[in-house]
């Protein structure tokens, strides 16, 4: 009898159908909880996968071939390009009912601006002097001075408009004018977004329902997007899986472009990586191509500065610094290392690809004489130890490998204090001019230097763009290609009829 | 008597107070500054200052301590960097998955480890017992989370009967619930389910051998009762005792299989605590747990008492 009992329970449990979704909502698989869901406190881009550009929008908007555009202001205009107003769309709802208007968007940038604030990008609005609001959709933003960056900033995802009546609520249910709203977050297991039926876009969203879950580890997303469970894995799958998954007729794998840019660290603030000649010995030694064969069976793109093909102002500068052993090799030697180097990779496993082109590069690297070992540390030791800010003094690490995924980051190398602790008042000053030289012409010319400089000077070696992955159930449509920004926009995304 | 139960609780008292000393002082030590981890790469010294601030880590280590002991004393676990929400609420919401998990762990453990051993000791040297002792030894020898992953690949990728991972909520109903525990507690069982086949099949063999046994059968009983309530019932205390232990395993091991099937427990919260130097969470979290374990063998200790006649309290 009990025997009987427990097989009809079994029985029981085994075979209620998985349910089916219906084919207006979608599931997604993403990697990594968000912490909290206000963009305007933390820069993690786990919030700005679910939030930006679903929930809440911006002024302007990067769209998916990288270029701004007018979203919430309808124009904008300047004079002097210090002074730039902006004209707000008429009729655009929070989804708390009230419409958005001039004096949201001055709470929003005053907040932004506020020290008080915990705002992560602070130093970003530093530029602004005032936000005047003219009438109910006209807003001026005086700057203190010419500011190329500025109007990327207010495209930025810590610019986004927000009632104010609502900001208690960010961290936990955050409120805008995007397609969909924030209807449930079961914490460590998923975010449930609606549509937003009044949203200003007629004809979007597509979607009436999305499921974020967060799946940390990739065995477990490919067995999710294999049983069905899931309808997109949007960054969880590594390269290995990919060609498996491409032969799945069920399936369909978009492999695009991104800002990610792995990039190889070198301490340049300790010998002997102080010494130009060894840097570039280090870029001679390493074959970029077979890297990305290694660690990212060949998806990806292989770099040549911090500049990724999504940027306008991209110029391929990987060829400058060629592979060249035999060069890598006198460098070595005129450098006053004939026999090479011991040397320390210090990575992060959290980062799969790390650990895997640190193991490529390090057999280069022997072929020149430099012996570099593998040291793999836990992502909050990463941090202290290699990035270290202060209170930290000096960086504790020889080489890393890491992807920075920001965007339009160049300005990194111009900061002496960042973790390279690479000192050039050339490139400083290139920079600083970039950052006032409004005109694209100019702008992009300063650009195009930048880039030379870097690869001639080489105080990082550029290693790849590391590709967009995304695995969809087939008739899913709309997703993004590339990955200009942080975000994983669904407005337009739905099932094939 | 009563005076043995006050001076257990008032070694309950300190044994606590031990373990939040330890665990504020382990989670302090550890490299890695929470501000960094949530600011990343885009983090500056300013952004980082400012939200040391915002969590109260710029204050001396002491005055952090009393602060969280005085609140931890009125119920109050403190606020989750992570989440922003109280530490205590979280682990309810998270004991929802990992208790049930653990529990059904151990359910299927006992239900297929009793009788399996039984059976291997009633069947010593012979087919029956090579066979049953060579699959515990796959269960001592296969992983968790490997053994996890093989069931999704068979039962969810190849024949779809359960969903692969993720936890609907007992909300749904008990049924829903219990089909995405299934998988997950047979693997997390599978490791301790052969550890105690092992066990009780051993421990029946040792009674087996005893003259009371002889004497049962000689004075005719039938074997399934010289075997259930003679061998058995005797060999139990040896059980019991690695059954118990076990328990707490099974809570430890459900930190890696809840990641595998993405199951929102107490697990997984603590993992992620970690990783993201999330300090309140991991000191709430171990904190409860060791509170529920130095509790529970208080109450076992003066339940012996209460049980068992024989000892006695000085």
């Given amino acids: 009898m009990m025997r009987l009992l427990v097989a009809a329970l079994l029985a029981a449990v085994l075979s209620t159908p998985v349910s ?13 909880e968000p912490p909290g869901l206000d963009m305007t406190s ?31 202001a309808e124009r904008w205009y300047t004079s002097d390009n210090k002074n730039y107003t902006f004209f707000l769309r008429k009729s655009v709802r929070f989804s708390n009912g009230r419409e958005m208007k001039a004096a949201d968007v001055k709470f929003a940038l005053d907040r932004a601006v506020n020290p008080e604030t915990k705002h992560p990008y602070r130093v ?87 499921v974020f879950r967060f799946i940390p580890d990739p065995n477990s997303t490919l067995a999710a997007i294999k049983s069905g469970d899931i309808d997109v894995s949007a960054f969880g799958i590594g390269p290995e899986s990919v060609d498996e998954l491409k032969k799945d007729s069920r399936l369909q794998v978009i492999v695009g472009d991104s800002t990610n840019d792995v990039t190889l660290s070198m301490n340049n603030s300790k010998k002997p990586y102080s010494d130009k000649r060894v840097r570039l010995a280090i870029t001679h030694a390493i074959n970029k191509d077979e890297v990305l064969k290694g660690a990212m069976f060949g998806y990806g793109k292989v770099l040549g500065s911090n500049v990724d093909p999504t940027n306008p102002y991209f110029v391929d500068v990987s060829k400058r610094v060629a592979y060249d052993p ?44 430099i012996r570099a070992t593998i040291q793999q540390i836990e992502w909050g030791q990463w941090l202290s130890q290699v990035f270290c800010l202060a209170p930290c003094q000096t960086p504790d690490y020889d080489m890393s490998i890491i992807g920075h995924a920001e965007a339009w980051d160049i300005g990194n190398f111009a900061n002496p204090k960042y973790y390279f602790r690479w000192d050039s008042p050339e490139f400083q000053k290139l920079y600083a001019d970039s950052q006032v030289t409004v005109d694209d012409k100019g702008r992009r010319a300063l650009y195009v230097k930048m880039q030379e400089m870097l690869a001639d000077e080489a105080p990082a070696v550029w290693l790849y763009m590391h590709p967009r992955l995304v695995i969809t159930k087939k008739g899913v449509t709309g997703l993004w290609k590339d990955q200009p920004a942080p975000v994983l926009d669904l407005s337009e995304v739905a099932w094939q009829k | ?128 017992d090579y066979l049953t002792m060579t699959l515990s030894q796959l269960g001592v020898a296969v992983p968790g989370f490997w053994a996890g992953l093989l069931l999704i690949l068979l039962f969810s990728v190849r024949l779809g009967w359960v969903q692969a991972g993720g ?41 087996l051998r005893e003259e009371y046994v002889k004497t049962a059968r000689a004075k005719g009983v039938a074997e399934r009762v010289v075997l259930f309530r003679h061998a058995l019932r005797n060999a139990l205390i040896p059980i019991v005792t690695v059954a118990g232990i076990q328990l707490g395993q099974l809570l430890a091991g459900s930190i890696i299989l809840e990641s595998v099937f993405y199951l929102p427990g107490l697990g997984r919260l603590t993992l992620a605590a970690i990783s993201a130097r999330d300090l309140p969470v991991v000191q709430g979290v171990v904190l409860f747990v060791a509170s529920m374990i130095v509790t529970v063998n208080a109450a076992v200790d003066i339940l012996y008492g209460i049980l068992d006649p024989r000892i006695r309290y000085g």
Avoid: C
Wanted: overall charge positive; hydrophobic content about 50%; glycine content about 8%.
């Fill in chain 1, 124 to 210: 970003q609005y530093d530029a602004i002097q005032d936000v005047i609001v003219k009438d109910d959709y006209t807003v001026t933003v005086a700057l203190k001075k010419v500011d190329a960056t500025f109007l990327y900033t207010t495209a930025r995802q810590g610019s986004v408009i927000y009632p104010r009546e609502a900001v208690d609520t960010l961290k936990s249910q955050p409120i805008g004018t995007g397609p969909f709203t924030v209807s449930e977050w079961v914490r460590g297991d998923r975010i449930v977004l609606l549509r937003n039926k009044d949203y200003w876009v007629k004809g979007l969203p597509k979607l009436d329902r999305v």
């Fill in chain 1, 326 to 369: 035999a060069k890598a090799k006198k460098l070595l030697a005129e450098a006053g290392y004939p026999n090479g180097f011991d040397a320390v990779f210090k990575v992060a496993p959290q980062y799969y690809y790390t650990v895997r082109s640190a193991e490529v590069v390090a057999s280069q690297l022997a072929k020149v004489g």
């Fill in chain 2, 167 to 207: 936890f609907d909520g007992w909300g749904e109903g008990i049924w829903r619930g219990l089909r995405s525990l299934l998988l997950p507690a047979v693997a997390l069982g599978l490791f301790q389910f052969a550890v105690l086949a092992r066990t009780t099949r051993s421990a029946v063999l040792e009674v």
């Fill in chain 1, 42 to 72: 933390n820069p993690s881009s786990a919030i700005a996968a679910v939030v930006f550009d679903n929930v809440q929008e911006g002024l302007i908007k990067i769209d998916r071939t990288g270029k701004m555009v007018p979203w919430l």
């Fill in chain 2, 1 to 128: 008597m009563q005076r043995y139960v006050f001076r257990r609780v008032g070694a309950l008292a300190v044994t606590l107070f031990f373990v939040s000393l330890l665990v504020f002082v382990v989670v302090r030590v550890l490299p890695g500054d929470p501000a960094l981890i949530i600011l990343g790469l885009e983090a500056n010294p300013d952004s980082v200052a400012r939200v040391r601030q915002a969590l109260g880590l710029d204050r001396p280590i002491p005055v952090q301590y009393a602060q969280w002991v005085g609140q931890a004393l009125r119920g109050d676990l403190g606020r989750s960097i992570q989440y922003d929400l109280p530490v205590g609420t979280l682990i309810l919401s998270r004991l929802s998955v990992t208790l049930p998990l653990t529990l059904l762990a151990a359910g299927l453990m006992v239900a297929a480890a009793l009788p399996l051993g039984v059976f291997a000791a009633t069947r010593h040297r012979r087919w029956g």
């Fill in chain 1, 20 to 32: 089916a979704q219906p084919p207006s909502a979608l599931v997604i698989q993403v990697p990594t």
